[in-house]
């Protein structure tokens, strides 16, 4: 007998009828002898609606009532799936965070997790029942609610799973696990059945938007092993997010992730002196636009020209701050695209294999795919391309390291 | 400067623009140079819309879920009011049930209210905010969220001015104050200025759905004055619910009250012994059907007559329950009439007035009405007549009595 840990989402919760086809699941893996815990985030649609209503107000709605009012989304579903499980016979209880103390910091609608209390949590489990907890919610040191920000349900579960023990974290989702890249560029894309933690944050961050990438850290950090598995098709095994330690042999490139939404900022003929990079982003980050790959290469006669990439709607705002700044530092040019994409090999097994970073660059050249930005981590290697090349490029590198293989 | 505690029901808070109304009344209050606390119901349908969430899943919710189902209802309301406060500038707190630790007893669905913890409140009304609390809901010891029944919040409003020792209560509703009888029925119907508690719950439960009788009695037993204005009308005085030994003079009777609800169950014969009205009542009260006035007259030959009434949607169920019993009894007949109403005069002058009963049946009289039965209290005599009989009775009365004027 086991402990697990399970959280479904707002599209699994989406309608009652979901609803009920989730008690369901939950009382077959009850019945296998399992003890559990579910997490579940607001029924899809209900966020948006409170978020509207409260927009009808006011532009900036205070940011600890916007908390009292979300956070009543995952509580409708609390309430609704236990009464499903209570239906069905299976003995539940539902809490909100407030109610099993899931403490966080202050941070309202960005709020971070210190402690939960599991007492209660144990006390139900051991009665037989089912624990049906809210996510994406918590309460702070002074009883305020608070929120983790949007598909923080994850890091809940997450969370839970590492407070409680739970012997697997599953977090029920529209895919039946992470694949080797998206099927929908590459037919032959193949379900992982496992992949490390690292990978599958570098997956994540890169545009696989399986899992939030706070909660596959959180999970990573805690040592929570963590299992993606579909809510809508029974009896699959998912991918399993394990330890790079624990695998005794690991492929070389795990996945292919790519991300359509860049576009990408060159300044040139900048001063090469100290401080340059901090004078350039600097703007950039004081108007909160996230900044993604940045590369600086030397340039002739004591300049040098400096690249980095923003999400595609952040484009002309950025451009525009460039510009700026540019005149202000005597730079000779500013240029700039929104039509590139960017496209990443991933897999901890490259830190032990020379020359797959030749392999992949000669794979493009191949195909005739100019590469107009590289930037590597110990993991992975990304290339931006232009946008047409994208499928092509995706097919290609995942035929050159054999992905459609087990 | 005076604290007084406001209450908006489910109407009064039914759309966003009436809440941003709501928002600038108490502001407009605040203004005075009051310190305020506002209670609020949940927007108008918003109850329903969950109960009928829940009725898709069971029949039988689990009572503990259906709190924490219907509780998100006055959340979403705090939040919103709150929010609006926010926009125009009045620092605004809202706070649940659990959050100011309305502290009730278990029972889900129908909790009663023991404590309140007022240092929260206290602190931010120092700071100048207007608080806001979810009416309707509590938290029992074990921090389960509990709710008071529906038209709980007015309980919940009162309950928290005796708790802060509130100079006022305040009843925003969509009627104007408390009227000498129903002003659909009569023209001439006058907003009472004042009225005694004691006369409140008499018109309260006689059919003037004004208050929640739990609030009134409540209010009474704390000693917490109690207003009801109209939240649509602005600059009205309302009515103000008092104690008796506060008025000099009362006047005699103080409005007409009725009820055209009720049917009337009659069993004739039954044998004139001991214990006879619990049998006759006992299978009525276990099938959980309300009886309202009860009446036993003198029969001949050592049997007695039993006459009650039951609120007309139970009359048949009443009726077939009363039959199995009056053959069990060997009583002569049972016979009944749902097409009957209740007319009451209402007024705690009447206690140091003789000649009231008789006032008002001689006015009955006089209109050709026949009175089928006749109940006295202290402070109220009530008449069941023919429905038939209803606008005239009740027009007769309130002339008889003078309650068109001051």
Not at 138 to 161: F, K, M, P, Q, Y
């Amino acid at each position: 007998m086991s402990l697990i840990v399970q959280k479904y989402g707002g599209t699994s919760v989406g309608t009652v009828d979901r609803i009920k086809a989730v008690a369901k699941r939950i009382i077959e893996y009850k019945a296998q002898g399992h003890d559990l815990v579910v997490v579940v985030s607001a029924m899809s649609g209900e966020t948006n609606r409170l978020i509207e209503l409260a927009s009808q107000i006011t532009d900036q709605p205070p940011a600890r009532e916007c908390d009292v009012l979300v956070s009543t989304g995952e509580q409708v579903t609390i309430a609704l799936l236990s009464m499903a499980l209570e239906k069905y016979g299976q003995p539940a209880r539902s809490y909100t965070g407030t109610q099993v103390h899931i403490l966080t910091d202050d941070a309202h609608t960005k709020a971070r997790i210190k402690q939960i209390e599991d007492q209660k949590i144990h006390q139900d489990l051991k009665a037989g029942r089912v624990v049906v907890v809210a996510g994406f919610q918590g309460v702070d040191e002074h009883g305020n609610i608070t929120t983790l920000g949007r598909g923080g349900s994850d890091t809940s579960a997450v969370a839970l799973a590492a407070a409680l023990k739970a012997d697997e974290c599953q977090i029920f989702t529209d895919v039946d696990g992470v694949y080797t890249t998206d099927p929908r560029v590459v037919p032959e894309a193949r379900r992982l059945n496992r992949i490390t933690f690292e990978e599958m944050l570098e997956m994540a961050s890169l545009g696989s938007k399986v899992l939030q990438i706070r909660a596959v850290e959180f999970a990573g950090k805690y040592n929570v092993p963590l299992r993606v598995l579909s809510s809508f098709e029974e009896g699959g095994e998912g991918t399993l997010i394990t330890y790079e330690e624990s695998d005794v042999e690991q492929p070389i490139i795990s996945g292919i992730a790519f991300n359509r939404d860049e576009a990408k900022l060159t300044v040139t003929g900048v001063p090469d002196h100290p401080g340059i990079a901090y004078q350039i982003l600097g703007s950039i980050a004081d108007s909160n636009l996230e900044v993604d790959m940045i590369v600086q290469n030397v340039g002739q006669d004591d300049t040098t020209d400096f690249t980095f990439t923003v999400n595609r709607n952040d484009y002309a705002k950025a451009m525009g701050l460039l510009e700026t700044t540019a005149k202000e530092l005597g730079a000779r040019n500013v240029e700039g695209d929104d039509k590139i994409v960017k496209v990443s090999i991933v897999g901890v097994g490259m830190r032990s294999h020379a020359g797959i970073a030749s392999s992949m660059f000669e794979t493009l050249a191949k195909e005739g795919i100019n590469i107009q930005m590289i930037s590597t981590s110990e993991i992975k290697i990304s290339v931006v391309v232009d946008e047409k090349y994208l499928e092509l490029a995706v097919r290609a590198l995942h035929e050159k390291f054999g992905l459609e293989q087990e």
